[in-house]
């Protein structure tokens, strides 16, 4: 490459936005440049999570929210074992969608009754395990309360449980909306106080409620908005429960940037808003401790998805550096998890961390389907047949919401760092 050949001519700076250290001209993940990682996994690709960030980010929200909010973590973003467990010992409590991440929530040693189970549609053989577990279940239906009731009565035990409600509100400007409207989740606002009134009958534990209205927020006016609308309809409804509630989780939905132009959220202006909506909740929810759930806020940024190039070919003028991962293990960095139009996740050569990203070149996987993309036109260095390509912010919805049985390659391995 000739000097003035280039797109972009300054030093790399995903870098500094991401806060993976560089030594020398190399990436590192928990303190191990990434070529030393690579040899230790012994093969590409594979997801690398730095614990040391997990932690901080942990640290930082406690201190930006009010001391009484505890902080829940939401399992699906990353159910690696290692990394529930970790978590598990920074945050006040688990929230799991399925028998399976319940099984590696309880696994960790975490008392059950910080342990929360939500989700549509869950079975009978699920709901019979979580009742049996002494975890709190965020009902979702008339009929899966009746369901809780019958086994609670058959194995002797009053279940734990939640409303989880469908608000009559949304958040807005969210990646993903979850609440508001019709919805396959929770209960309608309107239905609740109807379904208290049963539940009081069926001598069920009533432990709060569970309002979440979305997911990927970026905007602290609209997560503020969200969380006051949210603690109002609480103490609405707790005019109507049997008893006072204990908890009443009012969602999450912080966001991470990933596309060009975002940037992070303030969550000390988050935390300084929701300080100010809290006299009135610890007033009238007296007693209720307030929850806020997070999945991506605390574990997105802390890991990358590493592939190493295994071919580098040019097509009509268009440079395509092939590697050997792909959409079946990062879906989300494909563009094919939920996006509209295909934006790049922050892309980087991890051992060519001192060059200038002076060729445009495309990163695909190496699966049969034009979708497998990594990177579109992006500035990196030239890179060559060997070198290890990471995709940041892939420490949520990386492998666990991928198809990796797509084209029968092996699973990428984990490890935290
Ligand atoms: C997915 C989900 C979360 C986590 O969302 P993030 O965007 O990862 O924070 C939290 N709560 C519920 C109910 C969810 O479905």
Do not use: W
């Not at 503020?224 to 939905?253: C, F, M, S, W, Y």
């Not at 580098?312 to 998890?337: C, M, P, V, W």
């Not at 030239?382 to 919401?401: K, T």
Request: one cysteine or more; proline letters at 6%.
């Amino acid at each position: 490459m000739s000097a003035d050949s280039g797109i972009k001519k300054e030093a790399p700076k995903h870098a500094d936005r991401i806060g993976f250290p560089v030594e020398g001209q190399e990436l590192t993940v928990g303190g191990v440049p990434v070529s030393r990682l690579a040899a230790r996994v012994g093969s590409t690709p594979f997801f690398a999570y730095d614990r040391a960030l997990m932690t901080a980010r942990v640290e930082r929200l406690r201190k930006a929210l009010p001391k009484d909010v505890h902080l829940h973590y939401a399992m699906k973003a990353n159910p690696m074992p290692a990394v529930v467990q970790h978590m598990a010992r920074l945050v006040d409590g688990l929230d799991v969608a399925s028998a399976g991440e319940m099984h590696v929530a309880l696994d960790t040693g975490i008392d059950p009754a910080t342990i929360s189970f939500a989700g549509p549609g869950k079975t009978v053989h699920e709901l019979s395990q979580a009742v049996g577990a002494g975890i709190i279940i965020n009902m979702e239906s008339f009929n899966e309360m009746e369901t809780i009731a019958r086994l609670g009565a058959e194995l002797g035990v009053h279940p734990k449980v939640a409303i989880r409600v469908n608000p009559d509100f949304e958040l807005k400007t969210s990646g993903m909306k979850m609440g508001g409207g019709p919805k396959q989740f929770g209960v309608d606002a309107e239905l609740v106080p109807q379904m208290l009134k049963r539940l009081g009958d069926l001598g069920l534990d009533f432990y709060g409620f569970h309002i979440f209205s979305g997911s990927q927020n970026l905007r602290e006016d609209a997560l503020l908005d969200a969380q006051q609308k949210t603690i109002n309809l609480a103490i609405e409804l707790t005019k109507h429960a049997p008893r006072a509630p204990r908890l009443v989780n009012i969602g999450g939905g912080f966001g991470i940037p990933y596309f060009p132009g975002e940037r992070h959220l303030d969550v000390e202006a988050v935390g300084e808003g929701l300080e100010a909506l809290m006299p009135r909740a610890r007033n009238e929810l007296q007693g209720a401790e307030i929850v806020i759930e997070l999945g991506r806020y605390f574990v997105g940024e802390a890991g990358v998805y590493v592939s190493r190039v295994v071919d580098r070919k040019e097509s009509r003028g268009t440079i395509y550096l092939i590697t050997d991962g792909g959409l079946h293990h990062q879906l989300s960095a494909s563009g094919n998890f939920g996006q509209v139009i295909r934006k790049n996740y922050p892309v980087a050569i991890a051992n060519k961390m001192d060059q200038a990203e002076d060729e445009e070149s495309n990163i695909v996987g190496c699966l049969c389907t034009p979708l497998d993309r990594l990177g579109d036109k992006v500035g990196l260095p030239r890179g060559e047949i060997g070198d290890l390509v990471v995709v940041f912010q892939s420490g949520a919805y990386g492998r666990s919401s991928s198809p990796t049985a797509f084209l029968g390659h092996p699973a990428p391995m984990e490890v935290l760092v």
